[in-house]
């Protein structure tokens, strides 16, 4: 179907700028002197000294703004005056950048020309300062007035002749009071369609979790890493994507805690770290200077791609045969008949599998999987980690619930120091879901939204990421409203995403800087600039705060403190507001100026509405507060017995035929989502690109490819072919048969078709694809 946009197309691939690529050695000591240099030199280039040091004494303090990136909790106690990571720090000069995006900017570059642009290059212009359209057979986007856009997106919603043709995304980076807000005119406008970021991550936790234990979110506090005797953490890179945890390891490590590392490729922060908060302890200071490191992992297993299902039960298993030979020494008896059910079909199902299974699929040896049962059977306590290398795979949800079984059968949920922790990517993105951004709002949060404002709210479920993506390719969803993010490059299959924000009738973007999403559009395209986590927000209230949640279930609030780059910008909630205003009337009772005026009355709603915030206002005012978790706090499960299930599961992998080998895709430690700071991973020995392929060495060998040398990809999925021109060889210490490449520069590969059992989450991490040499290599300049 041809798209209704006159825009010119520019092809979905992300610019490639293979010029000057290296690869060097690699770090092999995380953070260090090399992140406080790397922290200065981007503050003072992009921000200026003044705001460097104003933003840093600010970054997640009790008085200042919560984090921009990761969703890594602050200490409950005293907290570090430097309570921030490189990568932390990068997110918040990002967004207190000097450069600023005007009308001038648009009116030199057509839409067309920024389309070519990668969003590196475009995050680099600046921040966005006034509201721009893109109207019908425009190739530049111009100046509109903020009602004027409201009137504009209202006229196109009122005209569809279904709620349900709207798309509303969310992303993490949406405060708790903002979100609330926005599903709440959502769900008034008539529709349930509300997908978030979560759907292309943890998704897969939310629907593995819920059936086992009652709840959807990870059951340990930061406090607990004190008292564990074992962490497990798998599918999970610490040191680039959540860097403020090694801070944890490295105190548990230090208390004799021991470490298990599950992952495909020997990443820098599971092994060396050089705390940069010993400066603040002059005890400490001489270890930093001198030191090599805290070695972080005792044990690091590279497994397969795919291949954590297995492991879980070969871990299990050998579990399962020291309990036979002394009945009562491993297993938590009493704990398993009093807590849980179905207890004697994962014993079977382990008895069932054969090691020759376990080892094939795994990657590992036997040898290997038992010195980590070793470390099972000597501790107590034990907390399991994960995140997207577990979430991304057709049976993640399995998996993760294999990851539950082995902590039922020890009893390691609901006392100090254990429990599963699934680690969350962005900064609010399970408050976000907390608040009512889902597709499949329960019945109870919507009878208690609908007393609350006097409506009823629909009850049909909605479409999740994958699903409005087709909705919209399809033409049954013309209108598509981002609330942050980019939605272009985020998800799965750039190409087929492309096509289907084409189809639109109006794409529109509540955004800080600029990316790729804001120049792949319908016919009408809007651009709403709003106030970032850094700024003041004043109302006709006064000054204003929002609060966010983070991995462990802890509300913090978040004020700014610098001036707003731009008389401009509207705060979230108000963009929320005037777009409710103009599109509903009076169809509702919220009271939207008020609202706006005052968020303590937002939080008021909240704790009318959400469970588990009682005394909203009072309580943050007097610092966090933790929400109620029963499994952890209680031991008590929320399932339809009372009690945690164990789930057992056949075993299951992707394979790969002769010729073929599985990808993943990965950050590099210079980004944060889709966010790229720079073009450098230095844990990985690359620099100054991205389009590069990780490939074990022996596999190039064998196909007679060569370090450095262009080739192209093409991913297979039933019967489809994706590709990918291209990308330049790193050899890496990566399982046989196994490559990685970063995302978003391989999402063109990923099927849209191609997701996780029962949650729908896109299959990133396990993608079939065939690799030939580039028949054009005149680009080819790399630097090793």
């Not at 092809?11 to 690529?21: Q, R, S, T």
């Not at 949060?445 to 479409?463: A, K, M």
């Not at 989450?761 to 680009?779: E, G, L, N, R």
């Amino acid at each position: 179907m041809k798209s209704p946009s006159t825009q010119a197309s520019p092809g979905p691939e992300i610019p490639a700028d293979l010029k000057g690529v290296k690869q060097k050695h690699r770090h092999m000591v995380a953070a260090g002197f090399k992140a406080l240099t790397e922290v200065a030199e981007y503050g003072f280039r992009h921000s200026g000294v003044v705001n460097t040091v104003r933003t840093g004494l600010k970054l997640n303090q009790l008085g200042g703004f919560d984090c921009q990136s990761c969703a890594w909790p602050n200490p409950d106690e005293k907290r570090s005056v430097a309570e921030f990571c490189e990568n932390g720090f990068k997110a918040v000069t990002y967004e207190v950048t000097k450069k600023k995006v005007t009308a001038d900017f648009f009116r030199e570059h057509a839409v067309a020309d920024l389309a070519g642009k990668s969003d590196f290059w475009l995050g680099d212009q600046g921040r966005l300062t006034e509201p721009m359209v893109l109207r019908p057979g425009g190739t530049h986007y111009e100046v509109i007035a903020w009602d004027e856009s409201f009137r504009l997106l209202a006229r196109e919603l009122r005209a569809l002749p279904s709620p349900d043709e709207a798309i509303f995304y969310t992303s993490g980076r949406t405060s708790n009071e903002a979100a609330f807000l926005f599903q709440l005119f959502v769900r008034a406008f008539g529709t349930n369609n509300l997908p978030d970021c979560s759907n292309m991550c943890h998704e897969s936790t939310s629907v593995a979790l819920p059936p086992m234990i009652g709840i959807g979110k990870g059951c340990v506090k930061l406090t607990d890493f004190d008292h564990a005797d074992a962490i497990f953490i798998l599918g999970q890179n610490p040191g680039t994507n959540h860097p403020r945890m090694l801070t944890a390891l490295q105190q548990a490590k230090e208390r004799g805690c021991k470490i298990v590392t599950v992952n495909p490729l020997p990443e820098t922060g599971a092994f060396r770290f050089k705390n940069p908060q010993d400066l603040l302890h002059p005890t400490k200071i001489p270890r930093f200077v001198f030191g090599r490191g805290t070695m972080l992992s005792d044990l690091w297993l590279p497994v397969r791609i795919n291949g954590d299902m297995a492991f879980l039960q070969g871990l299990m298993k050998e579990m399962l045969a020291n309990e036979d030979r002394a009945p009562g020494s491993v297993f938590d008896h009493a704990f398993i008949r009093e807590h849980t059910q179905d207890y004697e079909y994962l014993i079977a199902q382990l008895r069932q599998t054969s090691w020759e299974e376990i080892v094939a699929d795994s990657g590992l040896s036997r040898e290997q999987i038992r010195a980590a049962a070793e470390i099972v059977l000597s501790a107590k306590n034990i907390i399991v980690c994960w995140c997207m290398g577990l979430t991304q795979h057709k049976n993640a949800v399995a998996t993760i619930q294999e990851v539950i079984n082995f902590l039922l059968l020890s009893g390691n949920i609901g006392r100090p120091g254990a429990g599963p922790c699934p680690v969350r990517g962005h900064s609010n993105v399970q408050g976000d879901r907390t608040m009512g951004i889902w597709d499949k709002p329960k019945k109870e949060f919507l009878d208690r939204l609908g007393t609350e404002f006097g409506f009823e709210p629909p009850h049909q479920p909605g479409l999740d990421v994958v699903e409005s993506i087709k909705a919209m390719h399809e033409s049954r969803a013309k209108v598509f409203f981002a609330m942050g993010g980019n939605f272009l490059s985020a998800p799965a299959d750039t190409e087929f995403t492309t096509a289907a924000l084409r189809r639109c009738s109006l794409t529109a973007h509540v955004s800080i800087k600029l990316n790729r999403s804001h120049f792949i559009t319908g016919r009408t395209a809007l651009i709403l600039p709003c106030l970032g986590r850094t700024e003041i927000d004043h109302q006709a209230g006064g000054e204003q705060f929002q609060t966010c949640e983070d991995s462990m279930g802890v509300i913090n609030p978040t004020r700014g403190s610098l001036p707003p780059c731009s008389p401009q910008l509207r705060s979230e909630i108000a963009i929320i507001a005037g777009l409710a205003k103009a599109t509903l009337g009076a169809r509702t009772s919220a009271n939207w100026d008020a609202l706006v005026g005052n968020y303590d009355l937002i939080r008021d709603k909240i704790e009318a509405v959400v469970p588990g915030f009682s005394g909203y206002n009072q309580r943050i005012r007097q610092g966090t507060f933790y929400l109620p978790n029963g499994p952890r706090d209680e031991r008590k499960f929320p399932t339809p017995s009372g009690k945690a299930v164990f789930m057992p599961h056949a075993l299951s992998r992707v394979t790969a035929e002769a010729g073929q080998y599985i990808l993943t895709t990965l950050r590099s430690h210079d980004q944060f989502n889709t966010s790229i700071y720079g073009l450098d991973d230095r844990y990985r020995g690359i620099y100054n690109g991205r389009r590069v392929l990780f490939m074990n060495a022996d596999d190039m060998q064998e196909a007679r490819l060569v370090q450095g040398q262009l080739v192209d990809l093409t991913s297979h999925f039933k019967g489809q072919q994706r590709h990918a021109p291209s990308f330049m060889l790193a050899p890496y210490p990566i399982p046989r048969g196994c490559t990685a490449t970063y995302f978003p520069e391989g999402n063109v590969l990923v099927p849209l078709d191609s997701v996780a059992d029962q949650s729908n989450c896109p299959t990133s991490k396990s993608v079939i694809i065939t690799i030939t040499a580039s028949a054009d290599q005149t680009k080819f300049n790399w630097q090793g």
